[in-house]
């Protein structure tokens, strides 16, 4: 009897999950959406997909899905993964989901072991993919009797190098909102044994210039808090722990510059309705109504008129007479709407994942740098490589899990062979793929 999957949500990433369920798979698929249009398109009247109009506040028929179905997937925003979680729980379902795992999921940890389930985290692209091509190289040293002493890893969703064509190098391939509200987020790294860590307004201040061997140069910056991952990866004796975010030269400074105008500021601005995008720059650095709003900024930001970041921030039309839409009301949602218009890969193009790990290994003899680098694009006019990387790895778990291919229960991320080795050999049937390097030093 086939296997019942139940996905929530039916977002930019699912459409490569559903895919490979139908063609990989016998499994009856049911995709619970809040916008059932959207899972609709992607069942496509396939005869083992259904679709549902769903709303995760819907708590009865909530529990009615997850109860009728022999696994879970959620790909919905993180905050409800808990809730749904809890279902999973109480009547002995494993769930997949490619999020953080959060403080909350992990408090759950001993229930999904005493209801004999796994709840797997973090399967996706960043977190997931960097996680088990990460630990497998890790493992590998420690076999060899070697340790680890330093680890960088930088991953970059970014659009193919055909398909950049704006000022800024970056098109969104999902809503800008997260991706901007991101540019506010506090670092914290290990640098040679130390702590070094910098608030979220001073993020794009500490990036450094990164070329990758066979790709490209590319801005680096670092991405959270990398310090949890030296006990996550049993790195015990790393002197250096980072985790980064590659973007197109240009990229840092300029959104260090929108930080500084105010532009990411989500406190609601009054009697706005019926102004431009000019108007609100205007009032962000309080100039006067009668000054040139170009000669303003550059003033403000310490800049030449002519320098790149005020030629970035007109071509996006910070200092121009389009009118606020209509249903904003905050400087963030202003300029989401406006990213949406200017940024956003459209269907004819591709984009591109760059994932950089760097490693440098002592053994009692010897020291070896070793690299793994992954660069997938995505395939024109079908799937984006971020849909791609983040879903397959997820659809591939759902397959292992359903098959019984892991003895492991409880919260988990895929950092333990036993998961991450067959996903990782079944993606490279996919292209996603990673090539090694190393030299004895």
Not at 42 to 65: C, M, Q, T, W
Request: aromatic letters at 10%; hydrophobic letters at 40%.
């Amino acid at each position: 009897m086939s296997k019942k999957i139940l996905v929530f949500g039916a977002g930019m990433v699912s459409r490569p999950m559903i895919r490979y369920f139908f063609g990989k798979t016998d499994f009856l698929v049911t995709m619970a959406s809040r916008t059932v249009t959207k899972a609709e398109k992607i069942i496509n009247d396939h005869p083992r997909g259904k679709s549902i109009a769903f709303n995760v506040k819907d708590n009865k028929l909530l529990e009615k899905l997850v109860s009728e179905s022999d696994l879970v997937v959620s790909l919905l925003p993180y905050t409800y993964h808990v809730k749904i979680a809890k279902f999973c729980i109480k009547h002995k379902k494993p769930m997949v989901t490619t999020s953080y795992v959060s403080d909350e999921m992990k408090l759950l940890d001993e229930k999904a072991k005493s209801a004999g389930v796994l709840i797997l985290n973090e399967c996706g692209l960043d977190p997931g993919i960097d996680h088990m091509s990460a630990m497998r190289i890790i493992h590998n040293v420690k076999e060899k009797n070697g340790k680890v002493v330093s680890f960088r890893s930088t991953t970059g969703a970014l659009p193919s190098f055909e398909a950049n064509n704006n000022p800024f190098g970056y098109k969104f391939s999902w809503s800008p909102r997260g991706v901007l509200l991101a540019s506010k987020n506090p670092s914290k790294w290990i640098e040679n044994g130390k702590i070094i860590s910098y608030p979220g307004e001073k993020l794009f201040e500490n990036y450094t210039i990164q070329d990758v061997p066979g790709v490209g140069s590319f801005e680096n910056y670092p991405n959270r808090n990398s310090v949890p991952y030296k006990d996550l990866y049993g790195l015990r004796d790393a002197h250096t722990v980072y985790r980064g975010t590659f973007r197109m030269t240009g990229w840092c400074e300029t959104l260090r510059k929108i930080v500084a105008l105010g532009w990411l500021e989500e406190d609601p601005i009054i009697n706005f309705k019926g102004k431009t995008y000019g108007d609100v720059t205007r009032f962000l650095i309080n100039a006067k109504p009668n000054e040139d709003l170009i000669d303003a900024t550059a003033r403000y930001l310490n800049l030449e008129t002519y320098s790149t970041v005020i030629k970035r921030l007109e071509w996006l039309g910070l200092f121009g007479e389009e009118i606020l839409p209509k249903n904003c009301d905050n400087p963030l949602d202003y300029l989401n709407v406006l990213t949406m218009k200017k940024m956003i890969l459209n269907k004819d193009e591709c984009d591109m994942i760059i994932m950089h790990h760097e490693f440098l290994a002592k053994y009692p003899n010897k020291q070896e740098y070793i690299t793994s680098t992954l660069l997938d694009y995505g395939i024109l006019n079908q799937d984006s490589s971020i849909s791609r990387t983040v879903s397959l790895p997820a659809a591939i778990a759902v397959k292992l899990i359903l098959q019984n291919k892991f003895r492991t229960t409880g919260v988990h991320i895929p950092v333990i062979p036993e998961i991450y080795d067959p996903i990782l050999d079944e993606l490279e049937t996919f292209g996603i793929k990673f090539i090694e390097k190393s030299k004895t030093l």
